[in-house]
T-cell receptor
C-alpha cells in the first residue's frame, strides 16, 4: 500500500538548537499535512501544503513541499521546550484514499 | 466548546467483553474517522464515514463495528475485546471531501486497556 516514510524517529536537541524532520513518498502526493501531538495529547493540525515547491512559515516553523511533490520537511529554528512532542506528516494521494500518516518524529528538548 | 469530543476518556476492561466509544463533532464537517494509535505512537486509520456512509474500511477485524447515526456522530463498538486492542483510539473529522481543505480535527482520544 501507499506509505509515507518519516525520519528520524527520535530527535533530542538542546534548547536553542534547530530541528528538522523529513517525509518521503515513492509516489506523488496531492497534498501533505503536518500535525503536532504533545505528550498525552491528540494530534493537532499545523499546516497543509499543496503546490509543488511550496514553502510556508509559522513563526519559527518552516514547512517545505518538494518540487516533485514526493517529499516534505518541517524545520524548527531555535527550539524551545514548548516544541516538545511528536511531529507527524500525513500525505494525501488523491481521490477518496485516506490520509496516510508517517510514523512521526518524537522531539525532546533539553533545557 | 469542544470541537470533537469522545467518551469515555479512559476504558479499562477484561478480555472477551464488548465496549463502545462515542464521538461527536460540532464543526459541521461531513467526514469522520476512527484512528488507532499503538504504544509506539503509530497512527493508523480504521474507518472513515462521509455523511453517514462508510467510505473507508481498512483491514480491521470485524469485531470492530462503526456506526454513524448522523453526520455529527460516529461511534465505535468493539466485540470480544483482545489484549492487542489496547491502544488509544482517536476520532477525527474533516470538511467534505473535494473541498480542497482536508485538515483533520482530532478528539482527545480514548485510552483503552484490555486486561
Amino acid at each position: 500500500g501507499q506509505q509515507v516514510m518519516q525520519i528520524p524517529q527520535y530527535q533530542h536537541v538542546q534548547e536553542g538548537e534547530d530541528f528538522t524532520t523529513y517525509c518521503n513518498s515513492s509516489t506523488t502526493l496531492s497534498n501533505i499535512q503536518w500535525y503536532k501531538q504533545r505528550p498525552g495529547g491528540h494530534p493537532v493540525f499545523l499546516i497543509q501544503l499543496v503546490k509543488s515547491g511550496e514553502v510556508k512559515k509559522q513563526k519559527r516553523l518552516t514547512f517545505q513541499f518538494g518540487e516533485a511533490k514526493k517529499n516534505s520537511s518541517l524545520h524548527i529554528t531555535a527550539t524551545q521546550t514548548t516544541d516538545v512532542g511528536t511531529y507527524f506528516c500525513a500525505g494525501l494521494f488523491g481521490g477518496n484514499t485516506p490520509l496516510v500518516f508517517g510514523k512521526g518524529t518524537r522531539l525532546s528538548v533539553i533545557a | 466548546d469542544t470541537a470533537v469530543s469522545q467518551t469515555p476518556k479512559y476504558l479499562v476492561t477484561q478480555m472477551g467483553n464488548d465496549k463502545s466509544i462515542k464521538c461527536e463533532q460540532n464543526l459541521g464537517h461531513d467526514t469522520m474517522y476512527w484512528y488507532k494509535q499503538d504504544s509506539k505512537k503509530f497512527l493508523k486509520i480504521m474507518f472513515s464515514y462521509n455523511n453517514k456512509e462508510l467510505i473507508i474500511n481498512e483491514t480491521v477485524p470485524n469485531r470492530f463495528s462503526p456506526k454513524s447515526p448522523d453526520k455529527a456522530h460516529l461511534n465505535l463498538h468493539i466485540n470480544s475485546l483482545e489484549l492487542g486492542d489496547s491502544a488509544v483510539y482517536f476520532c477525527a473529522s474533516s470538511p467534505r471531501l473535494g473541498t480542497g481543505s482536508y485538515e483533520q480535527y482530532f478528539g482527545p482520544g480514548t485510552r483503552l486497556t484490555v486486561t
